[in-house]
């Protein structure tokens, strides 16, 4: 069963964007699905379903930035991994897993070795998957 609500359903823009608060979607939403595994969110920017953008948010309100580069170095995110920078001190090298027709190769990019810096560099790198593994503890 799903629920589409459309920005032109509504006659009166106040109740839109009641909705919109109340859902914590960007002001500039104009459209949003709801099923009972996910939501799906459109914006006036990006009228194509913004799928990951919805879940990475998710994972930022309620998963604390060192608590997501703890579950990264620990090996608990499928698909990435820090490594140490053998080029720059302070950096590090966030590796992300990619499968090209069946195989597998290790992309990377330098990102300096704080966690903020760490914590928005994961977020925007995290899956679908990713996103409710992390949130599987707080569904419980």
């Not at 919805?54 to 930035?65: D, R, S, T, Y």
Request: aromatic share 6%; charged share 30%; with cysteine.
């Amino acid at each position: 069963m799903k629920l589409i609500l459309a920005k032109q359903d509504f006659r009166n823009s106040d109740a839109w964007s009641e909705v919109c608060d109340t859902l914590g979607l960007p002001d500039n939403t104009t459209q949003v699905e709801i099923s009972a595994s996910a939501m799906k969110v459109r914006t006036a920017e990006h009228p194509a379903w913004e799928e990951a953008e919805f879940w990475q948010n998710l994972v930022a309100e309620h998963i604390m930035g060192v608590d997501l580069v703890d579950a990264v170095r620990n090996g608990e995110v499928d698909g990435l991994k820090i490594e140490p920078s053998e080029d720059e001190a302070g950096y590090v090298k966030m590796m992300m897993r990619r499968r090209l027709k069946g195989n597998e190769q290790w992309d990377s990019e330098t990102v300096e070795d704080d966690p903020y810096e760490l914590s928005s560099a994961i977020l925007s790198s995290l899956t679908i998957r990713n996103c409710q593994q992390l949130l599987k503890p707080y569904l419980e």
